[in-house]
């Protein structure tokens, strides 16, 4: 079962990737058309990866300006997947 906080994890990493991914794209491009395209693409995955840690960020699910209270909450959250997988209720 997914609640709101892993599905935007998963949004948040995916877009991440995205920046990345466009970023090399970028980098290994000759034709200026293609470099303009994904220029855009990037400003666009660039924009939804602040708008996915601004929601999170929002909602208590990433403390990005907090190094220990991200690492006391990633430790709760692995605390509790290791129970699921303990309990077979991971499915």
Known sequence: ?????????????????????????????????????????????IDTHDKIAQYMIKNEMYHAYNVDEQVEHDLKKADIALELIKNNKFV
């Open 1 to 45: 079962m997914l609640d709101d906080m892993a599905i935007a994890t998963d949004f948040l990493v995916t877009a991440k990737a995205a920046v990345r991914n466009l970023a090399v794209a970028i980098t290994e491009t000759a034709t200026p058309e293609v470099k303009k395209l994904l220029r855009r693409e990037l400003d666009t995955a």
